[in-house]
Structures are given as structure tokens and as C-alpha cells.
């Protein structure tokens, strides 16, 4: 296995895995597709990849039926459920495969009258949207800027904010303002790399707190109120300035999160959160699939089916 563009993907013959204690095994039939894959693929992750033999299987989402229940799990689920999962990938451990063994804490039901290709789209995004929003710590009534707001993360972010009484400002290109708005967003600037002059055009003072799923980093930490808040996506921590609190989001650490899981799942269910499928493709199409979300300007997610 070598890294490398679309044409490295390929199928391979993975031992039979089992359950252990306190996980499930699923027959996972959907997995989407993340910029991390393309950044897995190609190489950009390498040396977190160090120290695990190849090949090296990506994805982060996951959503089929469970086939087996190892011993003392207590989270309700069992053979036959429907269920979706977040993965974190390591060496073989990825959510582009067929049979995937998972923490039962990571693993939900279903959102009722979704397709597997649909609920795998929630878990990662879901999560990580839930985790800025948590690091930023605002309150109903303050405001919080998006940038790419039109993205998965993005639009999670919008509904979420939404759903906790939060005034939400999103950038968008003329193409994607009615999406964003109909995503729930108050107000919407176009977006680019001086989008923090338009966002402070609008509030003066900057915003209270600002999500940057465009990992604009520096370029749009003017909008941001002296004393707010600023989460990114890609490890930018932002140099110390007018007590701006900066944050990083990393959803690995919210693996495992049960609860906020299973929120996400009312959620969608009971229409807070949208799931956006933009396009399915068989195992065999996966490099199709990379190089169309390399394209740019995918809307919804890609999914991958098993
Ligand atoms: N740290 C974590 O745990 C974590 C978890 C999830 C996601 N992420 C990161 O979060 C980011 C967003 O993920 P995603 O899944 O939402 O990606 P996505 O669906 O591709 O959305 C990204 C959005 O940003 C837009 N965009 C790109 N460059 C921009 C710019 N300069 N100004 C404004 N908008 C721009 C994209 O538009 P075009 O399509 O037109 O380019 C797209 O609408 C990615 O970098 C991803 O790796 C991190």
C-alpha cells in the first residue's frame, strides 16, 4: 500500500475480527467520505500512521447492522440492530470496511426512516460541531460566526447553534447563500479571505464567538470580540491576543461520548439536525468518490457502500 492520489485506494482481504468485551461488531454497509480520508490517502497523516503495519484503512463514519455483541456491553444494543458508528482510524481499524469492530460507547441506533448512507453521515460531523460548540461556551442570545458554513461541519454547527438559541452569522458564495439560510443561518456574508471585514461591518464590536470549519486561521480572527471565543478544526491555536480565548477541536476526544451521540440521534429525528447525502458509490468506485470531493464545491456527503 502506498500513498498517494485516488488510484491508490484498493480493495483488500482483512482477517475475520471479532468483538471483545465492551464492543460490537458490525456488518457495515456505509462509510463516508472525509477530507481527513484524502488526507489519510495521500500521505499528510503519515506520522500519525507511523508504527502500524499497512494497509492503512480510512474512515471515520460508519453505519450497517451489528452481527456480534461482546461481553458486558450495556448500551440496549443488539444483533440485528441498525446502527451507526464514529470511527478513529488506525492501520487496518477504518470505517471503509465491510466488518468493523467498534467500542459500543461510539455506536448508536439509527435515526428512524434513515438509509444506512444517510445515518453515516452524522456521527463525525455531528460530534465535532457538538465539541466546538461546547468549547466556545456561549450563551442563547450571543452570536457566533461560521466559516464554511456550507460544509458538513459547517451546516451542523449553523443547526446546533440554532437549536440553543444562538443568533448565527455564515459565510457563503452566492451559489450557497440559500442553503446556509435555509440551514438556519440569521445572517449571511460571502465568504473569501477578507470575510472578517465583513463580518465586523455587521458587528462592530466582533463576534462573541467564531467556528472556522474554512480553517481561514488568522485571516478571520479580527472578527472576533476582544475577550470572545475561536475554535478550529486543523490545530491552529492562534496567537494570544485581546483575551480572545482560542480552542481546538478535535473530535477524537469526543469518541466514546454516548450521550452526545444518541442527542445527535433525536436530533436528527426530530428534524433539529439535517443529514445532507450528496452521492453514493460502490467499494469498487472509491477513488471516484475521493476525486470528486477534491473537485471542491460538494454539497452533502459523499458515502462509500459496503
Ligand atoms: N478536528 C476535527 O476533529 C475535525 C473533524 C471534522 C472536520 N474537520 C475539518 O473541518 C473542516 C471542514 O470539514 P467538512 O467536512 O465540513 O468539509 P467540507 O464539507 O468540505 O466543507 C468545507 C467548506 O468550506 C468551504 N471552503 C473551502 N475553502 C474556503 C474558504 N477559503 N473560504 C470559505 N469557505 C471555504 C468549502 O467550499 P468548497 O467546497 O467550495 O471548497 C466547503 O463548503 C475540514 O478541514 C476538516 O478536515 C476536523
Known amino acids: 500500500m502506498k500513498y498517494g492520489g485516488p488510484e491508490v485506494l484498493a480493495i483488500y ?20 467520505v472525509n477530507p481527513t480520508d484524502i488526507m489519510s490517502r495521500s500521505g499528510m497523516l503519515s506520522d500519525q500512521q507511523k508504527g502500524t503495519p499497512p494497509p492503512f484503512v480510512p474512515g471515520m463514519e460508519a453505519a450497517g447492522v451489528v452481527d456480534e455483541v461482546g461481553e458486558g456491553v450495556t448500551t440496549g444494543v443488539h444483533v440485528g440492530d441498525s446502527v451507526l458508528g464514529l470511527v478513529i482510524p488506525r492501520g487496518t481499524h477504518g470505517a471503509y470496511r465491510e466488518q468493523i469492530v467498534l467500542n ?14 444517510e445515518a453515516c453521515t452524522l456521527p463525525m460531523n455531528g460530534l465535532t460541531a457538538r465539541m466546538s460548540l461546547d468549547l ?66 455587521l458587528f462592530p464590536d466582533g463576534v462573541d464567538g467564531l467556528a472556522d470549519g474554512a480553517v481561514l486561521n488568522e485571516l478571520v480572527i479580527p472578527a472576533v470580540r476582544d475577550g470572545g471565543a475561536f475554535t478550529s478544526v486543523r490545530g491552529f491555536q492562534g496567537e494570544p491576543q485581546r483575551g480572545i480565548k482560542f480552542s481546538r477541536t478535535f473530535v477524537m476526544n469526543y469518541d466514546g461520548k454516548l450521550d452526545e451521540l444518541e442527542r445527535l440521534r433525536r436530533q436528527v429525528e426530530n428534524g433539529t439536525l439535517t443529514l445532507r447525502l450528496a452521492g453514493t458509490y460502490p467499494k469498487e468506485q472509491a477513488a471516484a468518490a475521493h476525486k470528486r470531493l477534491e473537485a471542491g464545491g460538494t454539497r452533502g456527503r459523499l458515502v462509500i457502500e459496503f
Open 136 to 201: 466556545l461556551n456561549l450563551s442563547p442570545g450571543q452570536t457566533i460566526a461560521v466559516t464554511g458554513a456550507a460544509g458538513a461541519y459547517g451546516g451542523y454547527v449553523i443547526q446546533l447553534a440554532k437549536a440553543e438559541g444562538l443568533r448565527v452569522i455564515a459565510d457563503a458564495s452566492e451559489k450557497d447563500e440559500a442553503l446556509v439560510k435555509s440551514l438556519g443561518a440569521d445572517l449571511v456574508v460571502r465568504r473569501g479571505n477578507d470575510v472578517a471585514a465583513r463580518i465586523r461591518a
Open 13 to 32: 482481504d482483512l482477517p475475520e475480527i471479532h468483538a471483545g468485551p465492551g464492543q460490537l461488531r458490525i456488518r457495515n454497509h456505509a462509510a463516508t
Open 104 to 117: 459500543a460507547h461510539s455506536v448508536v441506533r439509527l435515526p428512524a426512516g434513515k438509509t444506512f448512507a
